[in-house]
């Protein structure tokens, strides 16, 4: 490839921030659930790479062509690749997709082909894009890219922080994972956290069930949890991470008595022999997306109860890992139910671009 902006290249990152910010030149856009990859396209040569430098190509492609139909000839942008249905997106069918063998990629990609959503231009023709302020790289985007919903579209953008409030609270259902907001005059710039995302966070009380290592070897990496169905199944929902190295260390002494005899009664006992059984979810299950990762963890009694931060609910699981709040002594493990976590109506994807379209 000969572009002005060649692979590989580390997207622009975000932070975290609990409000909408409602400063003057800020632009909003719907945060995407799904991967993000920069697409670099030289004439018949298209190649797709992740924000952890891990090609994507061989996975989704049917994207190489649709993306050859519906790009420029010489170009970079950056975007997510996801996995639109009737329901909203679909992340569970999206990390199929990272799948080793081509056979399986080629029937998944029939299956469930795969869209692309456009929201940045890094390069066009011979021209380097990344120096310029976001509000001119839109304004050349939106000269490529299409607005209607299609399977590669640009991204919806406003300037009203009221109507990003209305996306944010309206469209969750729809499978979205909140709200971006970018400054107008923002350069590209690779691996910093410039921008900010607004994210939908809610609260849960889990069963503590077991425990991961950190990959120091002396404190604890992550908790296991658990919640119960109707039928009193525990089924692993996520973990709860993050812990400073002083908090890790304090773990492994407060954990300590819940690991006396944790195996002899312990729901999960089975999962070293089936790691999936039909209607339930497993702890030590292998990733896809993190190959080789240690996923070995300690059981614990489930007798302790975690409320934890979470964002939201895809396929029974907590579709991010979780923050631990506090531990709950005054719960029973018995009371951490599905029933508390809380149901977001679905959304009609297409109504999101038919207002845009509209404004």
């Known amino acids: 490839m000969d572009l002005p902006v060649s692979p590989p290249v580390k997207p622009m990152l975000s932070k975290a921030v609990h409000e909408l910010p409602r400063a003057p ?16 396209r030289d004439g018949d040569e298209v190649e797709l790479g992740s924000r952890n430098d891990r090609p994507l190509t061989r996975y989704f492609p049917e994207l190489v062509e649709l993306l050859k139909a519906s790009l420029p000839t010489r170009c970079v942008v950056d975007g997510e690749i996801v996995i639109v249905t009737e329901q909203g997106l679909d992340f569970d069918s999206l990390q199929l997709r990272l799948h080793p063998a081509a056979s399986r990629v ?7 082909p795969a869209s692309f959503v456009v929201f940045d231009l890094l390069a066009l023709d ?10 001119e790289r839109r304004r050349r985007l939106e000269g490529i890219v299409g607005g209607e919903l299609a399977r590669v579209h640009l991204t919806p953008m406003t300037e009203d922080p009221d109507v990003a409030q209305d996306w944010f609270n309206r469209f969750e259902g729809a499978g979205f994972d909140g709200v971006m907001a970018k400054p107008a005059d923002q350069p590209y710039e690779q691996d910093r956290r410039v921008m900010w995302k607004i994210k939908h966070e809610r609260t849960a009380d889990c069963v503590v069930a077991g425990f991961r290592w950190h990959k120091d070897g002396v404190g604890v990496g992550s908790l296991l949890l658990g919640l119960y169905d109707d039928e009193g199944t525990l089924h692993n929902v996520g973990v709860a991470s993050s812990f400073t190295a002083a908090r890790r260390r304090e773990l492994v002494d407060e954990l300590a008595p819940l690991r006396e005899n944790a195996l002899e009664h312990h729901p999960w006992r089975r999962w070293a ?15 896809r997306w993190s190959a080789g990762k240690d996923l070995s963890w300690e059981a614990l009694r489930p007798e302790w109860v975690a409320e934890v931060r979470y964002e939201h609910v895809q396929g029974g699981r907590f579709r991010h890992g979780t923050r631990l709040v506090r531990f709950r002594p005054d719960r029973q493990p018995e009371s951490c139910t599905y029933g508390q976590l809380e149901e977001v109506a679905p959304a009609e994807l297409k109504a999101l671009f038919t207002e845009v379209a509209r404004s």
């Open 126 to 135: 011979d021209e380097d894009l990344t120096g310029e302020p976001f509000a």
């Open 106 to 112: 080629r029937k998944l990609a029939a299956e469930t």
């Open 25 to 40: 030149g800020l632009r909003y856009e719907p945060k995407w659930d799904g991967f993000r990859c920069i697409v670099f």
């Open 273 to 287: 022999e089936v790691q999936a059984e039909a209607g339930g979810r497993l702890p030590g299950m292998q990733s």
